[in-house]
């Protein structure tokens, strides 16, 4: 009888074990083995948006800024990345150029006179690239090189990236090289040598009181209408409009033209091409600011500024007896130089090796125009 009692006894102590894990499984499954899972990534989201770090720059390739999107080629800007051009563009054989700029959020820059660079934030980049259409002999485009300019808190620094032959990607060279290049111009094959510059060629065009510095983003130059994508408006109303130029205009600009406007005066187009090809060099403060002439848009008022009747301090030959000679280009010395393409001889110094056949008809109408000294 207590041998039953006993066994009774154990019976209930292993039916209740039983049921209290029974119990523990059924609340709590997570106890349950569960199969093993093999860990998902999270997606890896493209970065987007301009990079400029300026601890980083210049990058080694033209990509690393993020600047354009899609094909890099088809230099289609980001948001933030704002096209320009100026009323004259600059002569380099012949080349085609786009330019942008790009300023970091919530930064502006400054107006500080019709014939000064706007005044820049630290953080811009001005963007230039240069290209042919036409190209020989397939008749397509080939981009050459692009250019950035930086702002840092000590100055501006010079970033050129040269394009592969690819056409993919651009590679940060500062040393300077040549390429050969033949396109059809105006059904006509030209070719040239161009030049892509080193650091100090392009400090010897950039610079005022040796500090380096860009050249066509001045007030009386972005004055005029440009066909963006949104609608056609004035430029520094379009900078004032995205927040990148502070509304501080004087009311009235004294601005360059376009010097291939014929419907524009002949002494209008001369200054506006000489103002963008020379002036950043014959002014004060520059690279030949040790001769006689200082052609910058707002000083050529004066005809002696322009070297009209004034003799040169260099002589090529005795024939040259005025820098420009009243109705005489033979006897002008700027037009000698501008139709030169001897290195020692042709003017400008750098930034074309052939000559640049409108200006120099430009200056023989000029010329031809001007009758006395005055």
Same mark, same amino acid.
Not at 258 to 277: E, G, H, L, P
């Given at each position: 009888m207590k041998q039953s009692k006993a066994n009774s006894s154990r019976f209930m102590v292993w039916f209740c074990a039983v049921g209290a894990f029974t119990l523990l499984l059924f609340l709590f499954p997570s106890c349950k083995k569960k199969p093993t899972v093999e860990p998902v990534s999270p997606p890896v989201e493209?970065?987007?948006?301009?990079?400029?770090?300026l601890t980083k720059v210049p990058y080694a390739k033209l990509s690393d800024y993020r600047f354009f999107e899609g094909t890099m080629k088809d230099q289609n800007?980001?948001?933030?990345?704002?096209?320009?051009?100026?009323?004259?563009?600059?002569?380099?054989?012949?080349?085609?150029?786009?330019?942008?700029?790009?300023?970091?959020?919530?930064?502006?820059?400054?107006?500080?006179?019709d014939h000064e660079v706007l005044d820049f934030p630290v953080g811009t980049a001005l963007i230039k690239t240069f290209y042919y259409d036409d190209v020989q002999p397939d008749g397509g485009t080939r981009i050459i090189e692009t250019r950035i300019m930086i702002?840092?808190?000590?100055?501006?620094?010079?970033?050129?990236?040269?394009?592969?032959?690819?056409?993919? %990607?651009?590679?940060?060279d500062m040393n300077g090289s040549y390429t050969n290049i033949s396109w059809l111009q105006n059904g006509q094959t030209k070719s040239a040598a161009y030049r892509i510059p080193s650091e100090t060629e392009c400090h010897t065009c950039h610079k005022?009181?040796?500090?380096?510095?860009?050249?066509?983003?001045?007030?009386?130059?972005?004055?005029v209408d440009y066909a963006y994508e949104d609608g056609t408006q004035n430029q520094l109303q379009k900078l004032i409009a995205?927040?990148?130029?502070?509304?501080?205009?004087?009311?009235?600009?004294?601005?360059?033209?376009?010097?291939?406007?014929?419907?524009?005066?002949?002494?209008?187009?001369?200054?506006?091409?000489?103002?963008?090809?020379?002036a950043h060099c014959h002014s004060e403060g520059k690279h030949c600011d040790y001769r006689p002439m200082r052609l910058?848009?707002?000083?050529?008022?004066?005809?002696?500024?322009?070297?009209?009747?004034?003799?040169?301090?260099?002589?090529?030959?005795?024939s040259l007896a005025y820098i420009i000679k009243p109705s005489d280009k033979n006897r002008s010395m700027m037009y000698y130089r501008l139709g030169s393409v001897v290195p020692s001889e042709r003017m400008p110094?750098?930034?074309?090796?052939?000559?640049?056949? %409108?200006?120099?008809?430009?200056? %023989?109408?000029?010329?031809?125009?001007k009758q006395t000294c005055n």
């Open positions: 493209e970065e987007t948006g301009v990079s400029v770090d800007p980001v948001d933030g990345v704002l096209p320009y051009e100026p009323a004259s563009a600059l002569f380099t054989d012949y080349a085609h150029k786009k330019r942008f700029i790009w300023l970091p959020a919530g930064t502006k820059a400054n107006y500080t006179s702002r840092k808190s000590s100055g501006w620094i010079f970033a050129n990236y040269v394009w592969n032959t690819q056409q993919t %990607e651009a590679y940060l005022i009181n040796d500090q380096p510095i860009p050249i066509g983003v001045k007030p009386q130059n972005l004055n995205v927040g990148y130029l502070t509304n501080n205009l004087p009311g009235n600009i004294v601005s360059t033209v376009n010097y291939m406007d014929q419907t524009k005066t002949i002494d209008q187009r001369f200054r506006s091409y000489v103002d963008i090809n020379c910058a848009f707002s000083e050529t008022s004066d005809p002696i500024n322009l070297g009209l009747c004034v003799e040169p301090e260099e002589f090529i030959n005795s110094l750098l930034g074309r090796s052939i000559v640049h056949e %409108e200006g120099l008809q430009l200056l %023989e109408d000029w010329i031809n125009w």
